[in-house]
C-alpha cells in the first residue's frame, strides 16, 4: 500500500523559509518518483520538485527550493527559502512512475497526499 503524509506547512512573511515533510511508506519510497506539486485558488496543480535518481525543480523554484530525502526514515523534505506571496498554495506530496521531463507531469503520479497549506504574506 502507498501511503503519503504531508506535514510542515504555515503562515510565514515574504522572503521567510519553511520546510515541508512528505512521510512516504516503504514501497512508495523505494519504487516511485516522490515530487512535490502546488495548486493555488484557481490554478492548475503545477509540479514543484522532484526526486528519483536525480533531483528535478520548476524553473519558478530553482535556487530558492531543495528536495531531499533520508532514506532511514522514508521521509522527503522541501526546503522553501526566500518564500514569495506567489508560492502561497496547497502543496502536495505525490508518487508516481516516470524520468525526464515526464516527471513535471501531473498525470505521471498516481498517489497522492491530503496537502499542506502554506501561505506567505507580503
Known amino acids: 500500500q502507498v501511503q503519503l503524509l504531508e506535514s510542515g506547512g504555515g503562515l510565514v512573511q515574504a522572503g521567510g523559509s519553511l520546510r515541508l515533510s512528505c512521510a512516504a511508506s516503504r514501497r512508495a519510497f523505494s519504487t516511485y518518483v516522490i515530487g512535490w506539486f502546488r495548486q493555488a485558488p484557481g490554478k492548475e496543480r503545477e509540479f514543484v520538485a522532484g526526486s528519483g535518481y536525480t533531483t528535478f525543480y520548476a524553473d519558478s523554484v530553482k535556487g530558492r527550493f531543495t528536495i531531499s530525502r533520508d532514506n532511514a526514515k522514508n521521509m522527503v523534505y522541501l526546503q522553501m527559502n526566500s518564500l514569495k506571496p506567489e508560492d502561497t498554495a496547497v502543496y502536495y506530496c505525490?508518487?508516481?512512475?516516470?524520468?525526464?521531463?515526464?516527471?513535471?507531469?501531473?498525470?505521471?503520479?498516481?498517489?497522492w497526499g491530503q496537502g499542506t497549506q502554506v501561505t506567505v504574506s507580503s
Open positions: 505525490a508518487a508516481g512512475v516516470c524520468s525526464g521531463a515526464g516527471c513535471h507531469d501531473v498525470a505521471r503520479y498516481n498517489y
